[in-house]
């Protein structure tokens, strides 16, 4: 079975500032790390690989040449080989051209299955992973909170807001995994030995993909999102408590408070 | 070229070592500190993920990294705990040296691929009652009977041999050689004649394994003689001298763990109306031990890499032992200090953390004797 993983470099802080200017991330002096979902789905896609012999894993991530440091990360967890697409070009790409990006470098290999996190700590969208199986045209299965190979399929338990749902689907197809789906394992010293010695991180260009990628779908003018405006929330203060409260008492004591508020 | 940053692949090593310390050690460190036992869970994890082969080949099953990468690992679990710290370093440096520095091919494969390959513990039987700083006064004997040697003698302060597989013990093949007259033995725990004591109770490091070895006519077949009669003491001597590398990267490890809980502490607790962080008093100590401990590192990392580049580091790790272990008790004394009553609790760890600093400056050669070592070499004398 020949699996991939898309992975994203963020930062490592649930602090995140933003530049006012240009409503873009501050990352200098945050340490990073792979995306939580990420890591879990790699963890996912190592257990496929360990029931279904002759299987590859390959991780896939799109960033600036330090995101190296998280493709190595990935394989020395024990992932096959690791793919860094980086380009000036795909700079400033919001979901949409991230996907078509990431899904041209996908028809460049083989797979069987792709898992990608559910969503990116510093994003939140949850868009990357279905927009890449919309481009591949390939089933897709999101919210994977656990992942069984049974036969030539695959179930999947999607988590849902009161309930679970079991998909069994074929292959090929597309998972987004939740944290849950698995606990990520540690490297080991030797796996970070040969991360850095014996397995290549292969580096692709906007040139390596061109011939299935439309440039007016990359980079920030292949963007359709615009941002009007980014902020940090404001801490809100502590809310009122009002205890030993009959009922009635409750619902006269909270009317009070909204009149008083104006909110009625 | 001097270079003081660590490269990538070093940033991930510790990365991961601190992440394993943080959620596998960290957690259970005060209850086996308290039970006087180590956690053979403990242990099988971290032969799981590569932590009791670090520096020896992958020809070996080792992990093929390097004695800098194995400081990093030292530092990261002592930071937690300095049982764990020493438990892996005695296996490493002390045991796993002596076979990989000195054994033929045939012991290699016996006895170091099980060792690092992560399915067998090693422990170093030098320190006798009569012989610690002088570890020339070995009263252990070994005796030629036929294809065996039958060892005689007792030691003292085994590191990790409660629970060790496999034991190098030196003892006199020639009594009246002197040093020229000690060798080493690779001796299998279930060897007849053999026998470990319970473990002696002691003021820190309470979690790792120390006992007394005895033995009593044990038979070992010279195959097990490592290198040639009278190697010995140059064995030992050499296991040592990287031995301290290890204690060195301990003493800091305690050390910057002490100064981490500490830091954690001053941030929280008010006394007259500030967060006792806001004192100047607490911000240059804390700068002072800061400082320190950064100094310890550095040398602990100079000694690595000489050893890593074979050059003669035997004086830069008699150096980075005696500073790192001096500062390692500065250290968590003031940081005890730091904590006031609490610190002197067992709710925190940092009693204990003074507590298992004192031996750095004791075992593997005690400061006085680190002193001996660097004075010779500045030849004073």
């Given at each position: 079975m020949k699996i991939v993983v898309?992975?994203?470099?963020?930062?490592?802080?649930t602090e995140v500032r933003l530049d006012p200017k240009s409503n873009t991330l501050i990352r200098d002096g945050v340490p990073s790390i792979i995306n939580p979902d990420d890591k879990a789905g790699i963890e996912a896609a190592l257990r496929l690989k360990e029931k279904v012999e002759d299987s590859i894993v390959t991780v896939m991530c799109m960033g600036p040449p330090q995101a190296d440091a998280a493709l190595r990360?990935?394989?020395?967890?024990?992932?096959d080989d690791a793919v860094l697409l980086t380009d000036k070009a795909f700079g400033g790409s919001d979901t949409w051209a991230t996907s078509s990006i990431i899904a041209s470098a996908l028809k460049k290999l083989e797979f069987d299955v792709i898992i990608t996190g559910r969503q990116a700590i510093d994003g939140d969208t949850a868009q990357v992973g279905p927009q890449i199986a919309e481009h591949l045209g390939i089933p897709q299965v999101c919210y994977a909170e656990k992942i069984e190979i049974k036969e030539d399929k695959l179930l999947i338990w999607r988590q849902f807001e009161d309930r679970c749902h079991i998909i069994k689907v074929g292959i090929p197809c597309l998972i987004t995994a939740l944290s849950e789906v698995a606990k990520p394992r540690y490297m080991s010293v030797g796996g970070i030995v040969d991360a850095y010695h014996t397995k290549e991180v292969m580096i692709w260009s906007y040139e390596d993909i061109m011939d299935t990628l439309d440039v007016s779908n990359i980079?920030?003018?292949?963007?359709?999102?615009?941002v009007t405006k980014?902020?940090?929330?404001?801490?809100?203060?502590t809310g009122a408590v009002l205890k030993n409260l009959t009922d009635d008492e409750a619902v006269t004591a909270i009317m009070a408070k909204f009149k008083e508020k104006h909110i009625i | 070229m001097i270079g003081f940053t660590l490269s990538n692949e070093r940033l991930l090593q510790r990365q991961m070592f601190r992440d394993f310390a943080e959620h596998e050690i960290k957690p259970i460190a005060s209850q086996m500190d308290e039970e006087e036992r180590f956690s053979m869970d403990l242990l099988k994890k971290l032969q799981k993920y590569g932590m009791m082969g670090i520096p020896y080949d992958k020809a070996y099953g080792g992990e093929g990294a390097d004695i800098l990468t194995y400081a990093l690992c030292i530092e990261e679990l002592s930071k937690?705990?300095?049982?764990?710290?020493?438990?892996?370093?005695?296996h490493t440096s002390l045991c796993c040296s002596c076979i990989n520095d000195f054994s033929n091919e045939i012991q290699k494969e016996k006895y170091l691929r099980p060792l690092v390959e992560s399915s067998k513990i090693g422990c170093f039987?030098?320190?006798?009652?009569?012989?610690?700083?002088?570890?020339?006064?070995?009263?252990?004997?070994?005796?030629?009977?036929?294809?065996?040697?039958?060892?005689?003698?007792?030691?003292?302060?085994?590191?990790?041999?409660?629970?060790?597989?496999?034991f190098i013990i030196f003892a006199l093949t020639d009594p009246s050689k002197g040093t020229r007259g000690i060798s080493a033995f690779i001796v299998e725990r279930d060897t007849p004649g053999l026998e470990v004591s319970k473990d002696i109770p002691r003021m820190g490091i309470r979690a790792a394994s120390n006992a007394e070895v005895a033995l009593i006519d044990a038979r070992v077949h010279k195959d097990n003689l490592i290198g040639v009669e009278g190697l010995g003491y140059k064995i030992a001597m050499n296991a040592l001298a990287g031995g301290r590398i290890g204690i060195g990267a301990q003493a800091v490890g305690i050390a910057q763990g002490a100064i981490d809980e500490a830091v954690k502490y001053v941030k929280e607790r008010k006394q007259f109306g500030r967060r006792i962080s806001q004192f100047q008093n607490t911000q240059f100590k804390l700068a002072e031990l800061q400082t320190k401990v950064d100094a310890a590192r550095l040398m602990v990392w100079r000694a690595a890499a000489a050893k890593d580049n074979h050059e003669n580091f035997a004086p830069l790790a008699a150096m980075c032992k005696y500073y790192a272990s001096e500062v390692a008790n500065d250290v968590t004394r003031?940081?005890?200090q730091l904590l006031g009553g609490y610190g002197y609790t067992r709710e925190y760890p940092i009693e204990r953390m003074h507590r298992d600093a004192k031996i750095t400056e004791i075992y593997e050669g005690t400061s006085e004797a680190m002193k001996m070592i660097i004075s010779g070499l500045m030849k004073i004398n």
């Open positions: 898309c992975i994203k470099q963020v930062p490592d802080t990360e990935a394989l020395a967890m024990g992932c980079g920030l003018k292949g963007s359709p999102t615009r980014s902020f940090t929330k404001e801490a809100k203060g | 937690v705990d300095g049982s764990t710290g020493v438990t892996v370093s005695v039987g030098l320190t006798e009652p009569g012989a610690g700083t002088d570890a020339s006064g070995q009263k252990t004997t070994a005796g030629l009977d036929g294809d065996f040697y039958l060892l005689n003698g007792q030691k003292v302060f085994t590191t990790n041999s409660g629970f060790a597989d496999i003031a940081c005890v």
